[in-house]
């Protein structure tokens, strides 16, 4: 029982960051409620998971409305573009309901190819803003490509994604219980193991100049360092 209340142990932990994930879910809840300000929710919340994970941040609320302040701008746009892809998307959907059989089958698969690559490259970028410093062109362009490079990572982001809205609307009862789970840690839950995804992701393409100097990712730089390795010998034994 001792060992259970130890602020060392591992149940003290778990409720610890349990604890973290709801203050952070509400901070992302609130912010988000002008609809417009979503991006930089995103990219907050994902700062906040990633200096974490890394311990480098105990005062929650003040680092999520630093970066929600320092971010708003890139992730507002990025979003504005995504919600109005969403919105071409819907619109197309309504025509696709009235066209003919072949017309409508183009418009699926155009859809289909195009909106997981937007969603993703959207995501990635919302990390990007929060992990690293660079324009927004570089954002975005990056996130597309390590996107696609890092494709079963991307895949599990987008059926964590997918699965927890189709799970949410399955009945009314399931919508109410839904509701209350994504307003209590719905949010900054899934955020988290995005945000997991999103870590090994960006392990293969960092390089230390590129992360803020108190970082104490060194796993990171030690995977950098050994797919290159790997890389290089790969080279040579061709």
């Known amino acids: 029982m001792k060992l259970a209340f130890n602020i060392d142990s591992k149940l003290w932990k778990f409720f610890d960051y349990a604890g973290d ?5 509400l901070l992302f809840v609130l912010t988000s409620l002008p609809v417009i300000t979503i991006g930089a929710s995103i ?4 700062a906040v998971l990633f200096k974490r994970k890394e311990k480098r941040t105990d005062d929650i609320k003040k680092e999520y409305f630093r970066e929600w302040k320092a971010n708003f701008k890139n ?15 819907a619109m197309n959907f309504q025509i696709a309901a009235h ?11 155009i859809i289909g190819a195009a909106l997981p690559a937007i969603v993703m490259t959207a995501l990635y970028s919302f990390a990007m803003l929060a992990r690293f ?3 927004l062109a570089a954002t975005v362009s990056k996130a597309f490509l390590i996107g696609i490079m890092s494709l079963p990572y991307t ?7 997918t699965a927890s809205v189709l799970a949410s609307i399955q009945t009314y009862a399931t919508m109410l219980t839904a509701a209350s789970v994504w307003l209590l840690i719905g949010f900054s839950g899934i955020g988290f193991l995005c945000c997991e995804m999103y870590y090994r992701a960006f392990r293969r393409f960092t390089r230390e100049e590129d992360l803020p100097g ?11 360092e050994q797919y290159r390795r790997q890389k290089k010998e790969g080279k040579r034994a061709h």
């Open 214 to 224: 108190d970082t104490l990712d060194a796993e990171m730089y030690a995977c950098r």
């Open 133 to 135: 410093e660079n324009d």
């Open 21 to 25: 994930l709801v203050i952070l879910n």
């Open 99 to 109: 066209a003919s059989a072949e017309n409508r089958m183009k418009i699926f698969l």
């Open 75 to 89: 992730s507002t746009v990025i979003w504005l573009f995504l919600l109005s892809f969403i919105i071409f998307c």
């Open 155 to 161: 895949v599990v982001i987008l059926l964590i994604l």
């Open 43 to 46: 990219t907050a919340m994902d």
